[in-house]
């Protein structure tokens, strides 16, 4: 027996789902950004020639292509100097909001898309300040859907992995277990741990 909300048995809703708000406005925003793009290119090509329009284009591909580079350089520098420092022992330096390489990549691929506003967002984005910002309000935004996340689902066991102090911070470490032989266990079933 159901009812017009949910099922008896298995207590699962039958109602229809609302859509959410971004699925309904995102397709439409792209087909806007779209089309203001095109326009801003005819606009250009209009003014100053084709040629203008394509070394606007060619230009921000090598200049996104350079942005790219340069942070992926970064990136894997700051991952060896982490490996390093936790190798030789020292707690590694916490990266602060804005600094890190993400943004950077986004607003080199953001260049290397043909069209003057979203050269614009990746020019935008390579100021600190600016990348500072985004990066703090999208840390917020992210922090704000993981504690609303209903049990049992993936926000919620990811919240749940990380281990914090009370001041925030997340605390780094390893489980070892030492495995011991029982006292009915034969001379080959121990295994001394992996790590000294």
Avoid at 71 to 76: D, H, T
Wanted: glycine share 12%; no cysteine; net charge positive.
């Amino acid at each position: 027996m159901t009812t017009g909300t949910g099922s008896l048995r298995t207590g699962t809703s039958t109602a229809p789902r609302r859509r959410s708000p971004a699925r309904t406005f995102l397709p439409l925003a792209i087909a806007a950004w779209l089309i203001l793009e095109i326009w801003l290119l005819g606009l250009v090509a209009d003014a100053a020639g084709g040629l203008a329009v394509a070394a606007l284009i060619a230009g921000g591909l090598v200049l996104g292509a350079v942005v790219i580079k340069r942070a992926g350089r970064r990136a894997f520098k700051n991952l060896t100097d982490t490996f390093q420092q936790a190798q030789q022992g020292r707690q590694p330096a916490p990266q602060q909001p804005g600094r890190g390489n993400g943004l950077t990549m986004l607003a080199g691929l953001l260049l290397m898309l043909p069209g003057l506003l979203s050269d614009v967002a990746g020019l935008l984005l390579l100021l600190p300040p600016v990348r500072a910002l985004v990066s703090r309000r999208a840390t917020r935004s992210l922090e704000r859907k993981m504690a609303s996340a209903p049990v049992g689902s993936f926000g919620d066991a990811f919240q749940q992995a990380r281990i914090r102090y009370p001041d925030g911070k997340v605390v780094q470490g390893e489980v070892v277990r030492e495995d011991r032989p029982g006292p009915d266990a034969g001379p080959d079933t121990y295994r001394p741990p992996l790590a000294p």
